[in-house]
């Protein structure tokens, strides 16, 4: 199997380098869960994703928001019950208000 190359633009890994599983993301606190998630991001960016934290995934968050983009269609993963698709927000302004004023918006 080849190894995949660098991350592209914007830290993501190149296709074929995996998807990393967080197990009993459930019971942890929202510190470990930033914790092991950075770090499987870390070895997924490096090419150093072990079998077992890649597989048996029930549920994925694909996250494009960091990367401006408005809207897209996520495709969910063989064997998962669910993905959620976030995208970025955009800035417009309120209709009818009497004053200007703008609120984040997902297109």
Known sequence: ?????????GGLPRAGTGRPVIRGAD????AELNARAR????KARAGKLAPDEMSGSTF????MG???VEN????INTGEAAILAVSSTIRKPLSGTRR????????
Not at 27 to 30: A, F, R
Not at 39 to 42: F, G, K, N, R, S
Not at 60 to 63: C, E, G, V
């Open 66 to 68: 960091m990367l401006d």
């Open 60 to 63: 994925t968050i694909s996250n």
């Open 27 to 30: 019971d942890l606190s929202l």
């Open 100 to 107: 200007s004023s703008f609120a984040p918006s997902s297109s």
């Open 39 to 42: 770090e499987l991001a870390e």
């Open 1 to 9: 199997m080849e190894q995949p190359g660098p991350p592209r633009p």
């Open 72 to 75: 897209f269609t996520a495709i």
